[in-house]
C-alpha cells in the first residue's frame, strides 16, 4: 500500500527537480556556470485525522490503544445503544444494484445462459424432486437442508422457457456462500463462517470478528457442466462488504487477533497492567490476519501501513480501545493477483463502494447529538482523502444503502439525528463533502434540513425510502401520510428542495423509471405492500399516476423487496418496463386461516408518456406456503421467468406465471 506520506514526498521531490531544471536554461560553454540553486526542503506532508505510521509505530499504536484507561460504561453504550431500524438494460435482468457501473455479490448470479444459485441463507430448504404443488393452505413441515450444501449450475433456455441442470459445487464443511459474482465465463464465490452484515453497532464487538475466515473461490466455466477451481483466496475474519467492477473485486473484512489474556476494553488499573504484559511480546504478524492464495501465505499487510488516528487533529476524540483490524483488498478477478492493500485500526460499521471512493463510517452516540464520522479512501489505491464528522447517524445495510451516495467528485448522505424531544423526534439533514485537493481533508459543501426553515419531513415523520439518482434526490417521510421530496442538488454547495408530494403509506425503496417518472414500493395506509408510480415531470408539482396493493383481501402481508433490493427484479424496456415483487400474505378466511406466498408480476405501461403511464397486473407465481424470503429471487430473460425460492428454480414464461414449472437438480 502506497503511504500518504510516500506519495506527497514523491510529488514534493518532483517539484523540486523540475524547479532545479527550468532554473538552469541553455547556454554556450564560456558563459560563467549558473549559480548555485539553493532549494528549501519540502514542508512536512499534510496531515488528515488519520495517518499512517513510521517503522515500528504501528505496533505501538495498536499496543497502546489496549493499554489505555477508557470508560467501560461508555464502550457498552457504543454497542448498545443505537435505536432499532425498522425492519437492466439488456435483454435479462440482473442484480439489482446500488450503483449501476458496480455489481454486487448475491446468492443467485444470471449471465444471459448459466444460472448459479447457492444455497438458500435462510435455513430452509433445499428441495430437489420433482412433485406436485400442494393447495394453499396446506401446512408444510420445514425440511433439513443437505448435510453438504452446493451450488448449483443451469443451463437456461429461455426460447423454451426452461433450463437444464449442470453441475454442483460443494462447499466446505462449515462454510456457508454469502454470495457470487458471475462474468466471462468465471464464477467467483464469496464464503465465510461467520456472516455479520454490513453495519451496525456490532462492528466494535472483538467477539464478532474472532477465529471467523473468509474465502474467495474463483472457478473457470468455460465449460459450465465441469467448473474448475482456478484460485481460492483465504483472509483471516469476517466479512462485512464486496463489490466487483470490471476485473476488480474488493473485498472488506473485519479481525480480532485471538491474544490469549488480553482485555479488549481495559477499565482498571490492574487490567491495563494485564495487557501491558500480555502484549510485552506480540508480534505484526500476532495482530495482522493471515492471508493466503491457493494454500500458500502471503503478506500484502504491514501494521505500520495500516490507519490510525491521529491524536493531534481537531476531530481526533477519546474512543474506546478497539483491537479489531479492518483489511481492504483489491483482487484481480481475471489473474488473482493482489492490486491494492489496506488497512484501519479506527472504528467502522458502515461501507460504501462508489465510482471513485470508498466511504466509511462510523456512528457516535451522545443522546441528542448523534454524529457520524466519514472517511473516504481512494477506490483505486486506498489512498486516503480525508475525514469529516456530520450531525446525525447514518444507516447502511439493505435499502438503507440507499442513503449514501457519490457523484461528480462529491459523496452526498442522508443521516437522522434523535432530538429527544417527544413532540418533535427527529431531524433527517442532507450533507455534501467533498476532498480537499491541497491535503487530506474534507469539505462540507452544505447541509440541507436541520433548520425549520428546510426541513425533510414533518414533525414525528421517520426516514424511509432515499435515492440519489444524478443531479437529484428522492426521498420519503412518514407518520400517517408520505411525504415524496424532490431534491435539486446541480449545486452541490446550494442543494435545495423542489417539490413534494402527500400521499397515504410510504415507500421504501424508489426506483428511477424515467426522467419524468418515479417507481415507489413500500406500504399502503392498509399496512400491504404498495406500487405507486410518480409523475415527477413537473419536479415543483409531483403527481401519483398509479397505485396497486398487493395481497388484497389479506389481513397482513409484506414484500422482502421492501427492505433487501436483491429481492425486487426490474427490466427497462423501450415502452414498457418490466418488475417482480414476491410477498407472502396471511389471514382469515371463509375457509379458516390461511397464508399464501407468490411473486406478483407488473408492467409499466406507457413510461414514454408521464400523464399516461400505468402499473399494470400481469399475474402470479404460486409458491409453498412459507417459502418467501429475503433469498426469493427472480430473473426476467426476454419472456421467460425463472424464479428462486428455498434454492428451488422454478421456470416458464411471463405470459403464463401460473404455468411455471419445477426444475429439479439431477
Not at 451450488?151 to 433456455?157: C, K, N, S
Not at 428455498?646 to 404455468?659: C, D, I, T, V, Y
Amino acid at each position: 500500500m502506497k503511504s500518504n506520506k510516500a506519495i506527497w514526498l514523491k510529488r514534493a521531490a518532483l517539484m523540486a527537480v523540475w524547479s532545479l531544471l527550468s532554473s538552469c536554461g541553455g547556454g554556450s560553454s564560456s558563459e560563467a556556470p549558473p549559480s548555485p540553486v539553493v532549494t528549501a526542503p519540502p514542508p512536512d506532508p499534510p496531515s488528515g485525522l488519520w495517518i499512517n505510521s513510521s517503522p515500528g509505530e504501528g505496533i505501538a499504536a495498536y499496543k497502546n490503544k489496549l493499554t489505555t484507561l477508557v470508560n467501560t460504561e461508555r464502550a457498552v453504550a457504543f454497542a448498545d445503544s443505537a435505536p432499532a431500524q425498522d425492519g437492466a438494460g439488456s435483454g435479462y435482468s440482473t442484480t439489482y444494484t446500488l450503483e449501476p457501473n458496480t455489481d454486487e455479490y448475491d446468492i443467485v448470479k444470471y449471465d444471459g445462459s448459466t444460472l448459479a444459485i447457492a444455497p438458500s441463507r435462510s435455513g430452509c430448504c433445499f428441495i430437489l424432486e420433482d412433485t406436485p404443488l400442494p393447495a394453499e393452505g396446506d401446512a408444510i413441515a420445514p425440511e433439513e437442508p443437505p448435510a453438504n450444501a452446493e451450488i448449483r449450475l443451469f443451463q437456461t433456455d429461455p426460447g423454451a422457457g426452461g433450463g437444464t441442470f449442470l453441475a454442483r459445487i460443494a462447499l466446505e464443511e462449515g462454510y456457508r456462500a454469502e454470495g457470487m459474482y458471475l462474468s466471462d465465463d468465471t464464477l467467483q464465490v464469496l464464503l465465510s463462517t461467520a456472516w455479520w452484515g454490513a453495519f451496525g453497532p456490532r462492528h466494535i464487538e472483538p467477539g464478532y470478528w474472532e477465529a471467523s475466515e473468509v474465502k474467495l473461490e474463483t472457478y473457470d466455466l468455460t465449460d459450465p457442466s465441469q467448473p474448475a477451481l482456478r484460485d481460492q483466496w483465504s483472509v483471516e475474519g469476517a466479512l462485512v462488504s464486496s463489490r466487483r467492477r470490471a476485473d476488480h473485486i474488493y473485498l472488506i473484512s473485519r479481525h480480532t487477533p485471538i491474544i490469549e489474556g488480553l482485555v479488549p476494553y481495559p477499565s482498571t488499573e490492574e487490567e491495563i497492567a494485564n495487557n501491558e504484559a500480555v502484549l510485552a511480546e506480540v508480534t505484526d504478524q500476532d495482530i495482522l490476519p493471515a492471508i493466503s492464495l491457493n494454500g500458500e501465505a502471503i503478506s500484502p499487510l504491514a501494521l505500520d501501513d495500516c490507519y490510525r488516528q491521529d491524536p493531534e487533529h481537531p476531530l481526533a476524540t477519546e474512543r474506546p480501545a478497539d483491537p479489531i483490524i479492518t483489511t481492504l483488498l483489491t483482487l484481480s478477478a481475471s489473474s488473482g493477483e493482489v492490486v491494492e492493500a489496506a488497512c484501519v485500526m479506527e472504528s467502522v460499521d458502515g461501507v460504501y463502494i462508489g465510482d471513485t471512493f470508498v466511504a466509511l463510517s462510523f456512528v457516535e452516540w451522545h443522546n441528542d447529538a448523534d454524529s457520524t464520522l466519514i472517511h473516504l479512501l481512494d477506490r483505486d489505491d486506498w489512498s486516503y482523502l480525508g475525514s469529516e464528522s456530520v450531525s446525525g447517524a447514518l444507516y447502511s445495510g439493505g435499502n438503507a444503502d440507499f442513503r449514501i451516495s457519490e457523484f461528480e467528485g462529491a459523496l452526498r448522505l442522508i443521516t437522522t439525528r434523535w432530538t429527544g424531544e417527544v413532540d418533535d423526534q427527529f431531524r433527517h439533514v442532507l450533507h455534501i463533502i467533498e476532498p480537499d485537493a491541497s491535503a487530506p481533508e474534507l469539505s462540507l459543501l452544505s447541509s440541507l434540513g436541520d433548520n425549520d426553515d428546510a426541513r425533510l419531513g414533518k414533525i414525528n415523520e421517520d426516514l424511509y425510502g432515499v435515492r440519489f439518482m444524478g443531479p437529484k434526490a428522492y426521498l420519503v417521510t412518514f407518520e400517517r401520510i408520505d411525504p415524496l421530496y424532490i431534491i435539486d442538488l446541480a449545486d452541490p454547495a446550494a442543494p435545495k428542495i423542489l417539490g413534494e408530494l402527500e400521499v397515504p403509506g410510504f415507500s421504501d425503496l424508489l426506483h428511477e423509471v424515467s426522467d419524468e417518472l418515479l417507481l415507489g414500493l413500500g406500504s399502503s395506509e392498509t399496512r400491504l405492500p404498495k406500487l405507486e408510480l410518480f409523475d415527477i415531470s413537473d419536479t415543483a408539482a409531483p403527481v401519483s399516476r398509479s397505485l396497486i396493493e398487493i395481497g388484497t383481501g389479506y389481513e397482513w402481508a409484506y414484500s422482502p423487496a421492501q427492505y433487501n433490493r436483491y429481492a425486487f427484479t426490474y427490466l427497462a424496456g423501450e415502452e414498457s418496463d418490466r418488475l417482480t415483487v414476491p410477498y407472502s400474505a396471511s389471514g382469515k378466511t371463509d375457509d379458516g386461516y390461511q397464508q399464501v406466498d407468490r411473486v406478483a408480476l407488473f408492467e409499466i405501461r406507457d413510461k414514454t408518456d408521464a400523464q399516461r403511464a400505468s402499473i399494470a397486473p400481469v399475474g402470479e407465481v404460486t409458491l409453498r406456503p412459507g417459502s418467501v424470503s429475503d433469498d426469493t429471487r427472480v430473473i426476467i430473460d426476454t419472456d421467460a421467468l425463472y424464479v428462486v425460492a428455498q434454492s428451488e428454480l422454478m421456470s416458464g414464461f411471463w405470459s403464463n406465471p401460473e404455468a411455471l414449472q419445477r426444475r429439479a437438480a439431477e
